[in-house]
T-cell receptor
């Protein structure tokens, strides 16, 4: 059974700092991996999708990497801003159907 | 592009009552998903549709839960005889096909008292 773990559960950083969020999964046979952002009480916003054949994806200040063999992904946020404060969720897709989510990392960026 | 729309956004109901949530996906998307999320947890998969066909259901979807997607457009999720443990946010999402980016709605909060 696929399990997704995100470390740390919470992170507080000062504005301008670069940071890394970690995601690990137990079964490397995945279709793709997606990173989402969730603001309190809101739905999820897709940030980046990495297909199983890819190693990384970039969007603006965000860079996500995927190492399928070791079951790990990282989300790198450059020059963090207070507006980046949210919960970041990692999810793996094993068969092109259901996503399996981690519990998320709650990020707080102080000005 | 209006995104994925969910109604109602909030629902408070008494235990034992039935509730129904509606989801309108992005118009050109043929896949529609339902997830459930409780505080401090990631979303958990409930079910998904390819057009009007319900192709997969999670074991979380007890017989009190039923989902439909008539004509492959909007979808409804009905919970019968609600229990306090059903209190959660119910999220709808859609995608153009399997393996592509999934777009979520704002969710429907259910509180069972």
């Amino acid at each position: 059974k696929q399990e997704v773990t995100q470390i740390p559960a919470a992170l507080s950083v000062p504005e301008g700092e670069n940071l890394v969020l970690n995601c690990s999964f137990t079964d490397s046979a995945i279709y793709n991996l997606q990173w989402f952002r969730q603001d309190p009480g809101k739905g999820l916003t897709s940030l980046l999708l990495i297909q199983s054949s890819q190693r990384e994806q970039t969007s603006g200040r965000l860079n996500a990497s995927l190492d399928k063999s070791s079951g790990r992904s990282t989300l790198y946020i450059a020059a963090s801003q207070p507006g980046d404060s949210a919960t970041y969720l990692c999810a793996v897709d094993q068969a092109g159907t259901a996503l399996i989510f981690g519990k998320g990392t709650t990020l707080s960026v102080s000005s | 592009d209006t995104g994925v729309s969910q109604n109602p956004r909030h629902k408070i109901t008494k235990r034992g009552q039935n509730v129904t949530f509606r989801c309108d996906p992005i118009s050109e998307h043929n896949r529609l998903y339902w997830y459930r999320q409780t505080l401090g947890q990631g979303p958990e998969f409930l079910t998904y549709f390819q057009n009007e066909a319900q192709l997969e259901k999670s074991r979380l979807l007890s017989d009190r839960f039923s989902a439909e997607r008539p004509k492959g457009s909007f979808s409804t999720l009905e919970i019968q005889r609600t229990e306090q443990g059903d209190s959660a946010m119910y999220l709808c999402a859609s995608s153009s096909s399997g393996g592509n980016t999934i777009y979520f709605g704002e969710g429907s909060w259910l509180t069972v008292v």
